[in-house]
């Protein structure tokens, strides 16, 4: 398995940018494709973004166009690249190794990083 840290969340205005890290430790990385997910308040974890070994991409309709998921397999390290933010964005985001459903997933959570986008 593997562990992840998550870093590079902050409090942000609409239309700003981000761009999250996630470092992940152990086999995982190597072995599975990363995926970016997020919860806000009083919902439930929700996806993001996907790239596998190979680096295809896969994004929220949320999303698509405005975030970029990339992968350092050098570095072990999984990137989310978030442009044109906007209020709904606001979550805790978190990075993971989902299975095929993006309900299951091959590691545990880590922290996460706080994303604040306001006014």
């Known amino acids: 398995q593997g562990q992840f840290v998550e870093s590079g969340g902050g409090l942000v205005q609409p239309g700003e940018s981000l761009r999250l890290s996630c470092a992940v430790s152990?086999?995982?990385?190597?072995?599975?494709?990363m995926g970016w997910f997020r919860q806000a308040p009083g919902k439930q974890r929700e996806f993001v973004a996907v790239?596998?070994?190979?680096?295809?991409?896969n994004y929220a309709d949320s999303v698509k166009d405005r975030f970029t998921i990339s992968r350092d397999n050098a570095k072990s390290t999984v990137y989310l690249q978030m442009n044109s933010l906007k209020p709904e964005d606001t979550a805790v985001y978190y990075c993971?190794?989902?299975?095929?459903?993006?309900?299951?997933?091959?590691?545990?959570w880590g922290q996460g990083t706080q994303v604040t986008v306001s006014s």
């Open positions: 790239i596998t070994r190979g680096g295809s991409t």
């Open positions: 993971n190794a989902p299975r095929g459903d993006y309900e299951h997933f091959y590691g545990s």
């Open positions: 152990g086999s995982i990385f190597r072995l599975y494709g």
